[in-house]
């Protein structure tokens, strides 16, 4: 397969900061905010079903091959919620730093602070083929919240054998742990090798 251009569908800064380093440096990177359109609604119950409704919807608005994602996470303690809703889960809470504290003052996570964190890239091509790639990070929801890095649950995140959360590292060792750079690592296997 070869392509020299790419649409990231995606108006997440943060997600796009990681998804343009993990990019061959010779393909042409357009982001979801160069067109005008409305993002489409993520009414998919899954990673996997509002990863594809973003990549198809930008690859058919603007004809160009597509790459989207759809990331959460998973807290055991809370039977795999927030997942899929990770995003409305900060904002019902009322943003970042108060769901931080509802996090922090869970006893159910205090006991058993196991969590995961998914992210699942869709991949829709002219042609109509639609394309998926799932990656996972392993590790624990700590506290007090630390680190400037990153986005969402990034400070309160910490993959297993790491000493730090992801919201402490650069982007360069983030991408060596991250379930996006997994999930792009083997995108980058199906379609560059």
Same mark, same amino acid.
């Given at each position: =397969?070869?392509?020299?251009?790419? *649409? ?17 440096? #010779? ?30 919807? /930008? ?12 990331? %959460? ?25 108060? =769901? ?7 006893? #159910? ?41 990153? $986005? %969402? ?15 402490? =590292? ?6 060596? /742990?991250? $379930? ?5 690592? *083997? ?7």
């Amino acid at each position: =397969m070869t392509f020299s251009t790419l *649409l990231l569908a995606s108006q997440n800064t943060g997600k796009l900061r990681e998804l343009k380093a993990l990019v061959p440096p #010779d393909i042409t990177l357009y982001l979801a905010s160069d067109f005008s359109a409305e993002e489409p609604e993520e009414t998919g119950a899954t990673f996997q079903e509002n990863a594809a409704l973003k990549a198809t919807f /930008w690859q058919q608005k603007t004809n160009l091959p597509c790459l989207a994602d759809d990331a %959460g996470i998973c807290i055991e303690a809370l039977q795999g919620a927030p997942g899929v809703a990770s995003k409305e889960f900060i904002g019902n809470l009322g943003g970042r730093e108060k =769901m931080f504290e509802f996090l922090a003052k869970n006893k #159910d996570i205090q006991s058993n602070p196991r969590a995961c964190c998914v992210c699942v890239l869709a991949f829709a091509l002219p042609n109509g083929d639609l394309r998926f790639y799932e990656g996972r990070c392993e590790g624990e929801i700590v506290f007090p919240a630390r680190g400037s890095q990153g $986005h %969402g649950y990034d400070p309160v995140f910490r993959p297993y054998g790491a000493t730090r959360t992801f919201a402490e =590292m650069s982007l360069a060792e983030k991408n060596r /742990w991250s $379930h996006r750079s997994q999930a792009v690592k *083997l995108f980058l296997k199906d379609c560059f090798v």
